[in-house]
């Protein structure tokens, strides 16, 4: 078994480069290369703006509680969004790759 070259703790299986945690941050890494505008990362921690949802969706993020971010870089925006998930910490060996890119303002 192989260990993942990006974390070197997760076990690789079959022909792929990396671990199930660090190919979890890389499909991350490539959205956002592709031009998606849903993940917000604030002081490390990333979070993913759902397409809108009824306050009574049982799937609705974080309970439907309201989030407002604006974002970094040379055409910020705030957005606002009451279906917001929690992806988590941005692991430290990916901090490079998946920098802040905004400010959680609510
Ligand atoms: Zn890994």
Redesign the pocket.
């Known amino acids: 078994m192989k260990?993942?070259?990006?974390?070197?703790?997760?076990k690789?299986s079959g022909n792929r480069e990396?671990?199930?945690?660090?190919?979890f941050w890389y499909e991350v890494i490539e959205s956002i290369a592709r031009g998606s505008k849903r993940y917000m990362i604030c002081d490390g921690i990333c979070y993913i703006i759902a397409p809108p949802a009824e306050i009574n969706d049982p799937f609705i993020g974080s309970g439907g509680r309201t989030y407002v971010f604006s974002t970094m870089g040379e055409d910020p925006r705030v957005i606002e969004s009451r279906n917001v998930w929690y992806h988590g910490p941005v692991?430290d060996?990916f901090r490079n790759e998946l920098p802040d890119n905004a400010i959680m303002l609510y």
């Open positions: 260990i993942c070259s990006k974390c070197g703790n997760g690789v990396y671990c199930f945690g660090c190919f692991p060996y």
